[in-house]
């Protein structure tokens, strides 16, 4: 089995104003031996079309950069190691890592 694709769900409010913010993470395996990627696109009140970011699949340290802008944006706050690691192990099954 391989996992292609994971969606993210978050929900947060911002100066009294209830938002709904969601995140598509899925691997796109390079082609014509470009490098392996994973693509997040984050869907926000602000960016309903989404915003995309390309992540490189070989890299942790980058995984992990994009696991704490996760967090950030879908929780609503700067979490805790704890709480990016969540994000960060769910990226990690997209990985190469």
């Given at each position: 089995m391989r996992?292609?694709?994971i969606d993210f769900?978050?929900?947060?409010?911002?100066?009294?104003?209830s938002g709904h913010w969601c995140a598509t993470a899925q691997r796109r395996?390079?082609?014509?031996?470009?490098p392996d990627i994973i693509e997040v696109t984050i869907?926000?009140?602000?960016?309903?079309?989404?915003?995309k970011h390309y992540v490189n699949a070989d890299c942790e340290d980058d995984?992990?950069?994009?696991?704490?802008?996760?967090?950030?944006?879908l929780d609503g706050y700067t979490g805790s190691n704890s709480?990016?690691?969540?994000?960060?192990?769910?990226?990690?099954?997209?990985s190469n890592c």
């Open positions: 996992i292609t694709r769900e978050g929900r947060h409010e911002i100066n009294g104003q395996d390079g082609m014509h031996n470009g869907l926000s009140p602000e960016s309903p079309d989404g915003r995984i992990f950069s994009m696991a704490e802008c996760l967090q950030s944006q709480e990016i690691n969540d994000y960060h192990r769910e990226l990690l099954r997209l």
